[in-house]
């Protein structure tokens, strides 16, 4: 990150004129060039066509693979237990892990995407032939299906932000992108309890889901834009020569190994451990606190609402505060303050969970109590995401985002794949504990980072 006014923009303007783009200026200048050109309204119409298509997609990958929240009517439909129903939510994990690795690693990632997104449409497909026959492992390879699609969805959106937007706008377009997964999840959790109350309503949601993928098979049309580097573009110039430049020269500089080396240097190793454990404990109480909620004695009604006020106050607290993040100043301001706030409402939160299993606190007082912490704590804790994810592909630069982000959430979903059958055996005491030492380790390492500190490219 530049030195300076730290709450500059990230574009500052240039004196240095575009010609020297095509004169064999130094890297430098090339870039400082660069950011004085404007892209053309044609490319910034594809860039929201592309951004739209991709937040569709991402909501609705959630949204999927919340179908077995409700055990009862998948019991019914498929003639399972419920050991068997949490059997392919875990296969929905595994799923998300197997190809996070992939995302890490692979070069092509324009190819890597649409797989991800056919992946997206097959599996509602596959759910809904293997529901309407009867085919416990057909249903459950779909929800293998829709872990595989997120793991490498849920990688992109930096990249996608870097590719066909200004570096002043890649904290906003990463936090819609990113965090339209967690909008999906809301929509999931109030929809899905409505829909499939029955067995023959859980096989209309299926079949619904199958006409909506119809459509975004369609709208994956507008992924064939993404301009196809395989390293980053810090800057947007509107001139395919100088994307073309940019990329060969970045290709002979940094290899795989390079970047791998880079995201393991200090202090991006420290960074990337610290955000994957945060991000983990959102993604595990996104997918657990329905269930905690249900257990210390609220309704599955106001338990849904709840975690659907978690999920869409995450959403709509990370694209707000993504228009005031322009700077490095704005980013280290909005980090630490996420972070205290985090740690107050997820306190509150336990805090009326006990009362309440207590009988400490009536009913009628607790709900709205609920709901202001599940607000404020989605708002905090699971906002964090596209800020940690900037911060750690600030910091690696020029290392590639699906590599960065690949590893940050190898470490999130491997968290949340661990914690979740466990708080689902543990009691609310515990599971307080466990949380609360994990955020408390989490909020001692970020203490100990230097926001502006830098890792030495390394040439390999």
Not at 5 to 22: F, R, V
Not at 257 to 272: D, F, K, M, S, T
Not at 303 to 326: C, D, E, H, K, R
Request: hydrophobic share 50%.
């Amino acid at each position: 990150m530049h030195r300076g006014d730290e709450n500059a923009p990230l574009l500052p303007p240039s004196d240095i004129s575009p010609g020297q783009i095509q004169d064999g200026g130094s890297d430098d200048d090339i870039k400082a060039a660069s950011r004085s050109i404007q892209p053309p309204k044609t490319r910034r119409i594809v860039a929201v066509l592309v951004l739209i298509s991709f937040t569709l997609h991402n909501a609705f990958n959630c949204w999927c693979f919340l179908n077995f929240a409700n055990f009862k009517p998948v019991e019914d439909l498929m003639h399972v237990t419920a050991h068997d129903v949490a059997f392919m939510t875990t296969i929905g994990w595994i799923g998300i892990l197997s190809t996070l690795p992939i995302v890490t690693v692979c070069s092509y990632r324009r190819v890597l995407l649409c797989i991800g997104g056919l992946l997206n449409i097959a599996a509602p497909v596959t759910r809904y032939i293997g529901a309407v026959n009867g085919s416990e492992p057909l249903v459950t390879f779909s929800q293998w299906l829709i872990g595989a699609a997120f793991g490498i969805i849920g990688a992109w959106p930096p990249l996608l932000a870097s590719l066909q937007w200004e570096k002043k706008h890649h904290t906003l377009i990463t936090a819609i992108a990113s965090l339209a997964n967690y909008v999906g999840g809301a929509i999931g959790t109030i929809v899905i309890p409505e829909i499939a109350k029955t067995s023959s309503g859980l096989l209309h949601l299926l079949r619904l889901q199958v006409y909506v993928a119809g459509v975004l098979l369609i709208l994956m049309g507008t992924w064939l834009f993404i301009p196809p580097l395989s390293t980053r573009n810090d800057v947007d110039t509107g001139d395919d020569h100088y994307r073309t430049k940019v990329s060969t020269q970045r290709k002979g500089q940094l290899s795989l190994l390079g970047e791998l080396r880079l995201c393991l240097a200090y202090p991006a190793n420290i960074q990337i451990f610290t955000f994957g454990l945060v991000i983990g404990i959102s993604l595990a109480l996104q997918g657990m606190v329905q269930y905690i909620l249900s257990t210390v004695g609220f309704a599955d009604v106001n338990s849904g609402f709840g975690n659907a006020a978690y999920q869409l106050a995450a959403a709509t607290s990370g694209i707000l505060l993504g228009w005031y993040v322009t700077g490095p100043g704005h980013l280290r301001r909005v980090l630490r303050g996420l972070h205290v706030l985090a740690m107050v409402f997820a306190g509150g939160l336990l805090a009326v969970c006990w009362l309440t299993q207590t009988h400490t606190l009536g009913m009628s007082a607790a709900v709205p109590l609920m709901l202001v912490a599940m607000t404020g704590l989605g708002a905090t804790l699971m906002g964090l995401l596209p800020f940690c994810i900037h911060q750690c592909v600030s910091t690696t630069s020029p290392a590639s985002e699906n590599t960065v982000t690949g590893l940050v959430y190898l470490i999130a979903m491997g968290l949340a794949a661990g914690l979740t059958p466990l708080i689902a055996e543990i009691s609310l005491g515990t599971t307080a504990a466990v949380l609360g030492g994990l955020l408390v380790l989490e909020m001692m390492l970020f203490g100990c980072l230097d926001p502006q500190s830098r890792v030495v490219t390394c040439q390999s």
